[in-house]
């Protein structure tokens, strides 16, 4: 079978990360960068790729079986509308955009065209995630009750992340909410369902940049169960996905240690800690009591490279085996709870989730 041409768009931090998984896979071949930053010329020459300053002089020349759009989130939808027009599949990187009434626009855009397109939720790939639904879903947890999540991390000023080409980091439309927490709602929706409400308290006080350094938040789930997360991107542990699952997409220092959680996940029968999949558990109705004790056992997954996962998986959309696993309207989904979070975090108000 031909491999698949793929171009990438945006050759930062995340577009080059899914560069190294297309050269490593099997099923497609890098075929062209698109990136106006002067940067990019040498980077894609070192790729051995030719290089395009816009989407649109891309597609004038040629049309690849695919593009990932890896750009700055304020430019998915218009970015997608142009894969959209030219009939080329996309896997556009989460947010699927920077503000809700814009990712509306391109799901009922790619729903009306039928061109396919993807979100990279993309640890919704990996075998931790997916170790955590089965045991979810198994009901060894009985019916879930309350999860507590954390997304704390340290993002180092002094290493250029907010400053120069990245200032887009500091403005309204990313922030730490929009581009972290976006990963956690969709991971907390496929543990728990959809979210229907969201109480949230944010704050700027450390970086003082125009969108929130740090965020606590609590989630009513349709189930019924609840929620509470605390997000921070001036907090100094490892205490978030990143660090402890072990997937290490970002190749951060090697914190991870087999101890630490960032998830609990708490039903009326048992407990599951994640990433560590550490599994707490009464095993007969008569044992069930805070006298009795519980009994504890774990049920680690080998962790597999999300990203890569996420690559095979776009390819088999490319070629029709399969649908996307995480379609423009789980995205927008995702961009609902995020858009509520912020909402109630301005207006100090509860705020109601559509479906
Ligand atoms: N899946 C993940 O875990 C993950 C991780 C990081 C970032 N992201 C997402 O990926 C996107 C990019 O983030 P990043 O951190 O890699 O950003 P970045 O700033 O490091 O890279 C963006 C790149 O896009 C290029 N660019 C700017 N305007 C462009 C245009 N009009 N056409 C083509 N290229 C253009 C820039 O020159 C830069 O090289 C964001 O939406 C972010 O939320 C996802």
Known sequence: MDKLRIAVVGAGLIGQRHIEMIKASRLCVLSAIVDPSTGAVAYAKMQGVPIYTSLDALFEHTKPAGVIL???NQMHVEQGMACIAAGVPALVEKPVAHSLEAGLALQA???ASGVKMMVGHHRQHGSVMAKAVEVIQSGALGRVVAIVGTMLIYKAET??????????????GAGPVMINMIHEIGNLRALAGDITEVHAFASNGTRGFAVEDTAVMNFRFASGALGTFALSD??????????????????????????DDCYLVSGTWGTLAVPTMRLQRYLKDEDRSWHKALQKSQIKPDVINPLAAQIEHFCDVIRGTCEPRVTVRDGVQNLRVVDAILQSARTGQSVKIAG
């Open 70 to 72: 890896a750009t700055p």
């Open 109 to 111: 855009a790619t729903e």
């Open 159 to 172: 290493e250029g992340y907010f400053d120069g080409a990245y200032t887009w980091r500091r403005e309204p």
């Open 234 to 259: 001036t907090a100094a542990t490892d205490r978030n996905w990143e660090h402890t699952s072990g997937e290490d997409v970002f190749r951060y220092a090697k914190a991870h240690t087999e101890s």
